[in-house]
């Protein structure tokens, strides 16, 4: 992932590789691979072009602002290049559920927050010119210093899961260069014999 540019591309991003060894991700079961389609954009909104051989990044989701990537199942992919791309794909299928409904409590609490105050205040939510009535920095300040307080233990227990996603990942991705690596020598041995 490091190892990756990002190429804007008609409203997605191409994560192309710097090097063979960060392209072993991808989606899809196997019948849709097959066809050619990619099952893991359904819904995404865009959908990379057939011939590509490179991770995509979609727009941001409206739900939790993250952006989706679609990856690119190589046809040769071994065991270990399947379970890493599947443990990437569990990993943002995980940051996409936490971070959609951490908002949308976000967004409704915060609405709930401002009801209640203009309300004590006796305003109503939109003012004469109709114009959403707001609250000030400080009034808002209470809203997400108890908001946060309120969701310590998710946050907490979110940051302990991605840790250990990503270091699985990290170490799955290390077996990965390790077993090319090793590839690539044998190769590189075998063409010095000839």
Known sequence: ????????????????????????????????????ERPDSVGLGFRPPAHSHSDWIGPPDRHS??????????????????????????????????????????????????????KAKGLEMRDESGQKATLNAEEMADFYKDFLSKNLKKHLQYNRDWYKRNFRITFLMGQVALVRALRWLRRRKKNVEQ
């Open 1 to 36: 992932m490091a190892a990756a540019r990002v190429l804007q591309a008609g409203g997605c991003y191409r994560r192309r590789p710097l090097s063979s060894a960060s392209s072993s991700a991808s989606s899809g079961s196997g019948r849709a691979a097959e066809r050619g």
């Open 65 to 118: 602002n993250l952006r989706p990537v679609i990856f690119y199942v190589p046809p040769e992919e071994s065991a270990l290049e399947r379970r890493l791309r599947e443990a990437r794909q569990e990993a943002q299928a995980s940051n996409q559920r936490f971070w959609a409904r951490h908002n949308r409590a976000f967004r409704q609490e915060k609405e709930e927050f401002i009801y209640s105050r203009l």
